[in-house]
């Protein structure tokens, strides 16, 4: 049998457990991570190591370290025939462990993972409450080296049990907000935007980057954009579709755009996403944009790199990021930020998406300021389809439409 490889935190613990044997002249040290019904031998070191194993499990309740935890034995027998609760085990007709020892494994929030043990197949008279003590230490040790990747594989679990009847039903509820002519008023656009489990109480960012941590990422993604794609058909105007440079790489993403008429989309492009290698996604935009398809640049102001994106990629579409649009009205500095934002749209020959829309005055202020679309909540929240508007109130008559 080949031995699984282990991982840098189990080869500390396994380098502890060879002191701990070292030090006590036992035959056998190992880590048990316990599950309420299982023991699991996780890390074992022996002086037989074709017979002991790591990933070795037996009963929880017919352990000794059970039987310790729950005060029926002591932690330390240096003589294992001097206890008859322990001769009942298993472990003392097989492997006939005669000396032994046991503490608790501890995380930082007081749980019990399992237990730090060293055993031998003789008596051992020696042993005593001092090497009690030395395996607590080394316990303490362990611990900390198992604790992050405890903590990780928990919250693993509690990512796949949240995400994975959303995975299974098709993905996200996908609903649309409405983009909008600062000028006449008239939708022209919808953005598609995932919705998750009101009571998950997180937003769609972090759902997405949660499902990254358990490599489902680009699943999610796509099952989102299948839903976006779904109202191509319902709904006039563009459908904005948001993904990661990542998603956008693989064969079922670039499959799925191909099918589309994509002369009625527009692809976001997060300014927060990194982007690793800018010629190879030019390559993969190419054939896409060359049937119509639009590029956005969504988020731009956020963060240092949507210059870099944008001089790279030369998007169709800008998306001004709502912490400098939401209050643009009353805020000079936002008032040049946008300006030059515009300008520089203007110059490169893309439109302008303004995101975070609130206020009337907002609206007013990114017309006369030549941001071209709006979106926001003062237009309409993401919303089912039923729900939109072809038209929103007017800015009023007496306002200038020329750019400043």
């Known amino acids: 049998m080949v031995r699984k490889q282990r991982s840098g935190a ?21 880590m048990t991570r316990m599950d309420g019904t299982t023991q699991h031998l996780e890390v074992i070191d022996s002086s037989i190591p074709w017979v002991f194993r790591d990933g070795n499990t037996q009963r929880q309740d017919t352990s000794f370290c059970q039987a310790i935890m729950d005060g029926r034995l002591p932690a330390v027998m240096p003589n294992v025939r001097d206890f008859p609760e322990a001769m009942k085990l298993p472990s003392a007709r097989m492997p006939r462990i005669r000396s032994f020892v046991s503490v608790p494994v501890v995380l930082a929030d007081g749980t019990v993972y399992g237990t730090f043990c060293a055993a031998g197949f003789a008596a051992d008279k020696q042993l005593s409450k001092r090497d009690k003590a030395l395996m607590e230490v080394l316990s303490r040790a362990a611990s900390l080296i198992i604790e992050p990747g405890v903590r990780e594989r928990a ?12 995975l299974d039903g098709g993905g996200p509820v996908v609903l ?36 990254d941590l358990i490599g489902e990422r680009e699943n999610l993604e796509l099952l989102a954009l299948r839903r976006a794609g779904a109202h191509l058909g319902r709904v006039s105007g563009y459908v904005a579709m948001n993904v990661s440079p ?15 008429p994509l002369d009625r989309v527009v692809l976001e492009l997060s300014e927060h996403e990194p982007i690793e290698d800018y010629d190879a996604l030019r390559t993969l935009l190419a054939p896409l944009r060359a049937r119509g398809m639009r590029l956005a640049i969504d988020d731009v102001g956020a963060g240092f790199s949507s210059l870099r994106h944008i001089v790279v990629t030369a998007p169709d579409v800008i998306k001004l990021d709502r912490s ?36 009337e005055a907002d609206a007013t202020t990114l017309a006369m300021l030549g941001a071209g679309l ?10 089912p389809i039923e729900d939109l508007r072809d038209e929103y109130p007017r800015i009023p008559a007496a306002i200038p439409m020329s750019p400043v």
């Open 246 to 260: 990542a998603t956008l790489a693989t064969r079922g993403c670039l499959d799925f755009l191909a099918g589309l």
């Open 324 to 359: 400098i649009v939401t209050g643009l009205s009353d805020d000079p500095v936002l008032t040049v930020v946008v300006r030059a934002l515009v300008d520089l749209a203007r110059a490169t020959g893309a439109q302008v998406v303004a995101e975070g829309v609130e206020t």
């Open 176 to 211: 649309l907000q409405p983009i909008v002519d600062l000028v006449t008023r008239r939708r022209v656009g919808t953005e598609a935007l995932s919705r998750f489990p009101g009571h998950w109480q997180l937003p769609p960012d972090r759902c997405f980057a949660d499902a």
């Open 155 to 166: 919250r693993n679990a509690e990512i796949e049990g949240r995400l994975r009847p959303v």
């Open 10 to 30: 189990e080869q500390q613990v396994a380098e502890l457990l060879r002191t701990a044997r070292d030090s006590l002249g036992l035959s056998l040290a190992f």
């Open 374 to 383: 709006g979106q926001g909540w003062h237009f309409g929240r993401a919303t």
